[in-house]
Structures are given as C-alpha cells and as structure tokens.
C-alpha cells in the first residue's frame, strides 16, 4: 500500500487497495498546477489536543472534511479487530440520532461519507456542498461525544465485520495469501495481524472491550481534524472549537512497545485452497515511513511492476507465459515496513517455475543498475502520481491529513519531487541489495490441495 502522504506508486494491492502516465520527458523545475497546500495550510492545536488543520480553496466547489484517529490494527490488545469494528460501529447512532442517521443526512444533501481502516489509523471523511460542512462538524463531534456503545449495537456491527471478513478473506485466495503472508513476516510486532481481525476475536469480544478502546483512543489529543475546499476558515474553526472544544483529553495514550527483532532466515509457507490459479505472495522486511531509503525503494517498485511494460510483467506474463499477473512494492508502516510480492499462476502454469522467473528479476535489481531509460520512466511515474493526485478537494484533505499524522508536519511538494528526481540508478541498486536479500524473504504459495481432484 502507498506509504503515508506517498504517490500511490504500483503496491501489492489485495484487499488493503496496496495501489499507478508518462510524461515525454522530465521537467527541470515542474511545479504542481495548484499551489503548494504545504504552504497554506492553517495548523491549529486545540486546548485539548485536538490538532485542526485547515486547507481552504475557492477553486473547488465541494469541501472534504477528514478525521484521523490515531488508532489502527497495531493498538489492538486483548481483541484484534476493535479499530476497524469501530469504523463500523461509528454510524450506529448515538444517543440523540439513531442509527445510520449521520450518512443518511449527508447523502440527503448530496454528499458523501465513509471511513476505512489501515494498521496504524482509522479514517472517516465526508465530502459535502460547502453549506454541509457546519452540519458535517456537528455530526462528527456528536458521535465522539455520543457513540452508543451497546450490546445491540455489537451484535449487530459483528455480523456485518465476520461477514466482511468471510467475503474479503475467507473466501478469496489472495486474502488468504496477504494474511499468512503478514503472519510469516511478522513475529512479534502486532502489524503481523490482519486489519479485520482474527475471526475467533470478533466473535468473542465484549462491550466492556469496546467501550474501553473508544475512550482510549477516540479522544481529542489522538485525533487530527483535515479539512480541504471551498469554505471560510475562520468560521470553519469557531464551529470546531464551538463543537470539538469541550472534549476531554486522556492522560495516556496505549501504545505497543514491541518491535520486530531481526529476521534471521528465509521463512515458508503452504496454505492450501481450493483454487485454479494458484498464488505466490513474498515479502522482505524494509524501513519504516520516513526512511531516507523509501524513494530509492518506490522507484525500485516502479522498475518491477509499474505497468504492463515493467521487468515483472514483461518477464513472467509475456515471455514465459507463466502468469496472469504480477507485481510488487514497498509498503510502509509507522513503525516498520513490506516490499511486497505478488504473482497470480496461470491455471496450467508452475507457482515453483513463476517463483524462480520472480526471484531472478529480484536478483538482478541487486546485482546491476537500471539503465538510465528504466529509471527515468519510473521517476515520470511518480512524479505524474504526485502530482495529479492533488486535484480534488478529498484528495488535498487526505495528503494533509495523512503528512501531518504521520511526519508531524506537511511536506511541500517540492521537496518530495526533488528526494524522487535525486534517486540514482545506484540507489536503486543499493536498496535492493540491502533489503530484498534471500535470507530476509517470506514466501507463500497458496494452492490447491493435493487431494482436490479426488473429492466429489
């Protein structure tokens, strides 16, 4: 999946949207055809930790309003599961507005609503005419203020999640080779967890759990307010302070102290499904978001995967006709990070051949440089997903929303293009003999039972 505030370079992209134009050649100085948000967005820090960040732009006629909770998959303890079960449980009323009241009065007036859940945060954004944003913040702050959290409530938003979960997961072979493939590449740390949690959790967490995740992490001081269109900023804030203001603070905000030790070894796994095409999901541990290495290794990614003329493509769909599709990437996390690796077998093709035919194109990142040609290309690439991935108001609400969680600041534009356009053909080289090394990969085949074709 992209990393925080990343172009959203070619990622491993099962059930996480892990996530990419060509420009005829690379511009000296390009500028982005809106001006800089780095440079105009308004931070305000709340008496009681609330972090506003404001982002107005007269140009759009939609405002996006975003709220991150500091609050993912990785702040799981006794249940896994309990962030993303509360993206659902969030549009379940609250004590004055009963339940599915806060999408049903957006929609009524044209806009839209929705949330989503990573390892490391959850997020719930509206994007509305300008005259729904005041109720947009009345909304919004009525549940944090609000939230029913009751065993009802619970019944209810768990057959929706273990239902979500069979879909997403259960049933599909490439859910089933992401959530072994995290589970093998992670020992310790909670990111080896899936996002939706383990089935036995869901089905057994209580209230009294949840009631004491939301008062945890749902408070002011773990939550950035982003938002982003055409709207008055200073009214914007007094409705905020008006509307958020009166919210305690925690104390205390829970956070995991484990970290990954070191791997020290390849690591393997079977999972057998009953599926066609079979799958091959590898992983190798890298930096986590903010690493001086993560350009160099999302150039890597677009050399490998960013698009049907890439190495891998090219390699195993084309020339050898072994595959349907493949593709990898660099995942980054708060505090770890993934290069991903994904290949779907052709039905009458070999996942052992497909691996080899992988590994190879791995190796050769590693053993000699990407001609000047493939590298300027893969810049191109990202440079053209930065940049255009600034032209609606939801999308600017997200960048800054997204910088600020996760580098405590915005980073302009300028700076991320200028850290893409100093990667060398060297650095590409470097990373991958760092990082992508035999002994620090996990592989997954996901294939189909030895016995299949003999049950009726």
Known sequence: MPGPGRPAVAVAAVHLALCFSLLPAPRAAASPDVEDPALRTQITRLDNGLTVLLLPDASTPAV???????AGAKDETEYTGLAHLFEHMMFRGTDRLPPESHERLIEARGGRVNAYTTADNTVYFADVAPDSLPLVIELEAERL????????????????????????TEDQPQGRAFEALLALAFTAHPYRVPTIGWRSDIEAVTVEACREFFHAYYAPNNIVLAVAGSFDAADALARIREQFGPLEPVAHVPRSPTREPEQRGERRAIVHFDVRSPILAAAWHAPATGHADAEPLDVASLVLSGGASSRLYRKLVYERGQALGAHGGYSEFEQAGLFFAFASVRSDGDVHEVERLFMDEIARLRRAPVPAAELAKAKRQIEVDLISGMETSSEMASRIGSEYVHFGRIRPVEERLAAYRAVTAADVQRVAATYLRDERRSVVHVVRPPDAEARP
């Open 145 to 168: 203020r609000n939230l029913r959290i009751t065993d009802e409530v619970l019944a209810s938003e768990r057959q929706v999640v273990l239902e979500e979960r069979r879909m997403r």
């Open 64 to 70: 996006s309003f975003q709220m991150w909770v500091r």
